[in-house]
């Protein structure tokens, strides 16, 4: 007896189309000499779709990758608002209300140099930014970036 697979939720077949909308905007934007002016846009646009805490939690997140890792472009990835670092997402907000989860979601994909060893943590569960969260959230952005200390 096999169960039979689901397969995507509403909710990732929805971030999936917006990945797919971003890609083709790129594509379009791709010779476009306002292409990271575009992008940035994309990231506020994102950032002002949300409610509540999880847009708070994102503007103080812009806020910070903003003032500590300005090289970071921000950009959409899967409908997120994200910052790359050449090109490759580096740090990403992903809002509870997205996936419907508990909390929201600092993350930190490919283009972030976080690598410790051999296992290191590339997402974490945030519920508010306080001054201690704050700091630890620049540190980790500062390390992502590749900013050295």
């Given at each position: 007896?096999?169960e039979?697979?689901?397969?995507?939720s509403a909710?990732?077949?929805a971030a999936?189309?917006?990945?797919?909308a971003?890609?083709?905007?790129q594509a379009k934007?791709?010779?476009d000499?306002?292409?990271?002016?575009?992008e940035a846009q994309?990231n506020?646009?994102a950032?002002?779709?949300?409610?509540g805490?999880?847009?708070e939690l994102a503007?103080?997140?812009?806020q910070i990758?903003?003032?500590v890792?300005p090289?970071?472009?921000?950009k959409?990835?899967?409908?997120?608002p994200?910052?790359?670092?050449?090109?490759?997402?580096a740090v990403?907000?992903?809002p509870a209300a997205k996936?419907k989860a508990?909390?929201?979601t600092?993350g930190?994909?490919?283009g972030?140099?976080?690598d410790?060893?051999?296992?290191?943590a590339?997402?974490?569960a945030?519920?508010d930014?306080d001054?201690?969260?704050?700091?630890?959230?620049?540190a980790?952005?500062?390390k992502?970036a590749?900013?050295?200390?």
């Amino acid at each position: 007896m096999s169960e039979k697979n689901p397969g995507l939720s509403a909710e990732e077949k929805a971030a999936a189309k917006a990945r797919a909308a971003e890609l083709r905007a790129q594509a379009k934007r791709a010779k476009d000499a306002d292409k990271a002016a575009a992008e940035a846009q994309d990231n506020r646009d994102a950032i002002e779709s949300m409610e509540g805490k999880d847009r708070e939690l994102a503007e103080r997140i812009a806020q910070i990758v903003a003032e500590v890792a300005p090289e970071l472009a921000p950009k959409t990835w899967y409908g997120m608002p994200t910052w790359a670092r050449d090109g490759k997402a580096a740090v990403f907000f992903k809002p509870a209300a997205k996936f419907k989860a508990r909390y929201a979601t600092l993350g930190f994909e490919q283009g972030a140099l976080l690598d410790e060893g051999n296992m290191w943590a590339t997402d974490r569960a945030l519920l508010d930014i306080d001054d201690e969260v704050a700091a630890e959230i620049a540190a980790l952005v500062r390390k992502a970036a590749g900013q050295a200390g």
